[in-house]
């Protein structure tokens, strides 16, 4: 099975209230990513997990956080979301370093109001 | 500075016609990504190819990295090849997306 899941699909959410959105993988991956996607853009990087060891990236340090209580499972917490946090979130996981194939869940829809 | 320029930004075929989008990049490169996303969807890997050429069907990959190039090259478009194609770059532990390549392939 090499897919990775993702909950929920879709979410709304006030603003100022927090949001957590789950990752998962069966495949044994080392490495599991979160990125932000906004239509019309790249995705971002936000952060990755190697293993027990969080990477967050530097403009997005404050605004995201994340656990990963066992090696198939990640999540992203946002504690305050605000209306810029609308967007597509994507979860991706690859089996060692961020230098192997990184295999993408169907993301989840964020919508802050 | 953008670590990645890919082109074209957006391209228009009729199905058949063949495809080429390209991706610069600026820095040191351990790995170069494609990916493919219909419209709305989630990303589809299609190619890893640090360096020289991969096949997979109609697709091919081709990675220089002295000239610091990575292009996709799509030959007998379909109607079905229409979204967006992206590719990835991975450098020294960080991840640059190119800005993507919208491709409509028309009956």
């Known amino acids: 099975d090499t897919t990775v899941k993702q909950n929920p699909r879709y979410k709304l959410a006030r603003v100022g209230k927090p949001v957590n959105l789950i990752c998962s993988q069966t495949m044994n991956h080392d490495t599991m990513y979160w990125y932000q996607k906004k239509p019309n853009q790249a995705p971002k990087l936000l952060l990755f997990?190697?293993?027990?060891?969080?990477?967050r990236e530097a403009d997005t340090f404050e605004k995201f956080q994340s656990s990963r209580p066992n090696n198939s499972f990640c999540s992203l917490y946002i504690g305050s979301a605000g209306l810029e946090y609308s967007a597509m979130y994507l979860c991706?996981?690859?089996?060692?370093?961020?230098?192997?194939?990184?295999?993408f869940g169907p993301g989840t829809r964020l919508l802050v109001l | 500075g953008q670590q990645v320029q890919q082109s074209p930004a957006s391209l228009v075929l009729q199905e058949g016609e063949n495809a080429e989008l390209q991706c610069n990049f600026s820095t040191s490169l351990n790995s170069m990504q494609w990916f493919y996303q219909r419209p709305g969807g989630s990303l589809v890997s299609l190619f890893y190819?640090?360096?020289g050429t991969k096949h997979s069907g109609r697709l091919t990959s081709t990675t220089v990295i002295k000239e610091r190039r990575s292009s996709l090259h799509i030959s007998s478009s379909q109607t079905t090849d229409s979204g967006t194609y992206l590719c990835?770059?991975?450098?020294?532990?960080?991840?640059?997306f190119g800005d993507g390549t919208q491709l409509v392939v028309k009956p």
């Open positions: 190819n640090p360096s």
């Open positions: 997990y190697y293993d027990k060891i969080l990477n």
């Open positions: 991706a996981s690859s089996k060692g370093s961020n230098q192997d194939t990184q295999y």
């Open positions: 990835a770059l991975d450098s020294n532990n960080r991840i640059f």
